[in-house]
């Protein structure tokens, strides 16, 4: 697949998530077969005032490419600046018309975005002029189920030299919840002279190929269908060598959670590892038996040790567990 002058190896992207697709995350992420990662929302604002927290989002490496950052605001003069900053550090810019999260529609970025059209005609028109990278836009379908405008934003998007448009079928209104509409993505598809890109409800490799499928699609873009489960990119690409899906095992996610640990706390301190891997971990141990008492635990754990510890045994005695009770 391509994206202006992006070569980008599997028609699988990471989709960005806040609070879970930090440096670690995608870095445990890409060797299972994930073609373009991205940062989690940036503030444009933030980024121009030269918040450290906000930098930190940008932190990335070589193992950790190609990289799209993805951006957040309403002032087309802001975003052109942070569109310069953030140049040298990834390989595309995308800008979030899709955040349902209340002080971010409430400053007007985000999915309150899709209320403005014409705002978005310029914020585009100034990022344009700004960079030469690869620039996208991540949609909903509209505001809510009364104002879907999916395909006018996307028209304007193209007029202003966007080069692909991700579409996360629901309405601001509708947050995660209910069922993402793909028929939405199918009429973008039939109508876009740009890449698209389709998001939303991608939880095993049958319903990628059935987006792809369905919608005819570019390519697609998983989100939390990844929690616990890197392998999802893995059988995506599978199902479409015309292989099987594999289900990972006891074994494989142990050594996986373990990983993630050493990976996070490669750029994080030990206090901080601990809190937000516990989410992770639980997401690994998910379906196991034992999982809700490792929870209990897991979030109860207050060292690096105590954590490994937690998910050696644990692992240990789910194994056992599975090869006694299939
Ligand atoms: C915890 C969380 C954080 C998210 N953060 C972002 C974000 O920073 N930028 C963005 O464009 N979308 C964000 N999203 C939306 C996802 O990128 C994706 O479009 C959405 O979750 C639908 O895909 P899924 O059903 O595969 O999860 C987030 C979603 C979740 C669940």
Known sequence: MKIKSLHIKHNILLAPMAGITDLSCRLLMRPFGIGLAFTEMVSANGLVLGGDATKGLLASEPADRPLGIQLFGENPVTLAEACRQVETQGELIDL???????????????????????????????????????????????????????????????????????????????????KADWSHIGELK???????????????????QRMLKETGCDAVMIGRGCYGNPWLAKNILALQQGASALTPSVDDRREVALRHIAIFLRYNSERKTVLDMRKHLCWYAKGLAGAAQFRVHINQASSID?????ILHFFQHAAMATTEDP
């Open 190 to 208: 039939r109508r876009a002279t740009i890449p698209v890109i389709g998001s939303g409800d991608i939880f095993d490799a049958e319903d990628a």
């Open 96 to 178: 979030n018309i899709g955040c349902p999260v209340k002080k971010v529609v409430r400053s007007g970025a985000g999915s309150a975005l899709m209320q403005t059209p014409k705002r978005v005609a310029q914020i585009l028109a100034a990022m344009r002029r700004a960079t030469t990278l690869p620039l996208t836009v991540k949609i909903r379908s509209g505001w809510d189920s009364s104002s879907i405008n999916f395909l006018e934003i996307a028209h304007i998007a193209e007029q202003e030299g966007v080069d692909a448009i991700t579409l996360h079928p629901r309405t601001r209104s509708q947050g995660f919840s209910g």
């Open 306 to 310: 105590e954590m490994r510890s937690l």
